[in-house]
Nanobody, 126 residues
């Protein structure tokens, strides 16, 4: 069993930066692909970024490519999402999720992720 806890959200002005953290319990987390998703009010949850268990593969949604960076520190059981040049449309609740079956790959589908955190709110003001 893996438990995920997100932190680092908050209120920031457009153009600013935030770094989200996803801290995991469970020794097997380091073997799981991990993704970040977000959900804005009235919208479906959408993929943001994902990283393979080794960190060797990453994938980003087109809307955040070049602005967001996903990374992980398996010694700390933590995955990060560095968000730069934030825009009002980035406002959402951000969730991290773990996929135990991805192997060395990453996936954008919410259905592949078995473990989810409670989310952290990111609000970008214009």
């Amino acid at each position: 069993q893996v438990q995920l806890v997100e932190s680092g959200g908050g209120l920031v002005q457009a153009g600013g930066s935030l770094r989200l953290s996803c801290a995991a319990s469970g020794r097997t987390f380091s073997m799981y692909a991990t993704g970040w998703f977000r959900q804005a009010p009235g919208k479906e949850r959408e993929f943001v970024a994902a990283i393979s268990w080794s960190g060797g593969s990453t994938y980003y949604a087109d809307s955040v490519k070049g602005r967001f960076t996903i990374s992980r520190d398996n010694a700390k059981n933590t995955v990060y999402l560095q968000m730069n040049s934030l825009k009002p449309e980035d406002t959402a609740v951000y969730y991290c999720a773990a996929d135990p079956s991805a192997g060395g790959l990453v996936t954008t589908s919410t259905r592949r992720y078995d473990y989810w955190g409670q989310g952290t709110q990111v609000t970008v003001s214009s």
